[in-house]
C-alpha cells in the first residue's frame, strides 16, 4: 500500500516569505507527527497530532510554526516569515494509535526547504 | 527528559567485519529504544525497537541491538558488514511519560570498504 507521501519534494522561497508543506499519512493512520533535520543532525520533533487536534506541539520553536489537520488525515506545517536558519529537511510521519509498543512511526521521504 | 547521545559521527569498517555503532540514552521512565537506517534519498526505515522484555532484539538485515539498562545503552551490531550496509544510522528514544514523540541522536555514517 502507499506510504506517506510529502509534497513539495523540494522548496525554495526567499527569506521573509510564506510556505506551507504538506503530509499525506497512510490511510488509516489516526497519529501524524513532524519532525525537521538540519544538516548533520537527527531529526526533531515538531508537533504530534491525535486526530484534527495536536496533542504535543511542544517541538515547535516559535509563532512563526503553525500546522493543521483539518479532517484528521491530511497535515499542513506552515511557516510564516520564514528566516534562513528554517532551512531543513521537514519530515512526516503517520502511525496508528493505541500503545506505543505496537505502533510505528512510518516517515515519509521529506520536504527539503532553502531560504535563500 | 530524554536524550540520545551516540559516539561516532562515522564509523568505517571493512566488508565482512563487525558493524557497532554505541548509543547511550537517559530517560525518565523505562525507555523504547528504536534504531532507525536512512539511505541516501530515502526515508527513515526502522530496523529494530526495544519496549519490553527480552533485551536482545533482532531486526531487519542481519541487525540486532541489546537494551543493557545499567549501562542506559542499546548499541547496534552485526557480525558481518555487507557494502549495502553504508548508510546513516539513528538511535532514538521514547522515554517521558505520556509522550509519543521521538528523540533522535545526531547520527552515524556508517561506510563498508571493500
Known amino acids: 500500500g502507499a506510504g506517506v507521501s510529502q509534497t513539495p519534494s523540494n522548496k525554495v522561497t526567499e527569506k521573509g516569505k510564506y510556505v506551507e508543506l504538506r503530509c499525506d499519512p497512510i490511510?488509516?493512520?489516526?497519529?501524524l507527527y513532524w519532525y525537521r533535520q538540519s544538516l548533520g543532525q537527527g531529526p526533531e520533533f515538531l508537533i504530534y497530532?491525535?486526530?484534527?487536534?495536536?496533542?504535543?506541539d511542544s517541538g515547535l520553536p516559535n509563532d512563526r510554526f503553525f500546522a493543521v489537520r483539518p479532517e484528521g488525515s491530511v497535515s499542513t506545517l506552515k511557516i510564516q516569515r520564514t528566516e534562513r536558519g528554517d532551512s531543513a529537511v521537514y519530515l512526516c510521519a503517520s502511525s496508528l494509535s493505541g500503545p506505543i509498543s505496537y505502533n510505528e512511526q512510518f516517515f515519509g521521504p521529506g520536504t527539503r526547504l532553502t531560504v535563500l | 527528559a530524554q536524550s540520545v547521545t551516540q559516539l561516532g559521527s562515522h564509523v568505517s569498517v571493512s566488508e565482512g567485519a563487525l558493524v557497532l555503532l554505541r548509543c547511550n540514552y537517559s530517560?525518565?521512565?523505562?525507555?523504547?529504544l528504536f534504531w532507525y537506517v536512512q539511505y541516501p534519498n530515502q526515508g527513515l526505515q526502522l530496523l529494530l525497537k526495544y519496549t519490553t522484555g527480552a533485551t536482545l532484539v533482532k531486526g531487519i538485515n542481519g541487525f540486532e541491538a541489546e537494551f543493557k539498562k545499567s549501562e542506559t545503552s542499546f548499541h547496534l551490531t552485526k557480525p558481518s558488514a555487507h557494502m549495502s550496509d553504508a548508510a546513516e544510522y539513528f538511535c532514538?528514544?521514547?522515554?517521558?511519560?505520556?509522550?509519543?514523540?521521538?528523540?533522535f541522536g545526531s547520527g552515524t555514517r556508517l561506510q563498508v570498504q571493500p
Open positions: 530517560s525518565s521512565v523505562p525507555p523504547y
Open positions: 490511510s488509516g493512520h489516526t497519529a
Open positions: 532514538a528514544v521514547i522515554g517521558d511519560t505520556g509522550r509519543r514523540a521521538l528523540t
Open positions: 497530532f491525535q486526530g484534527t487536534g495536536a496533542a504535543d
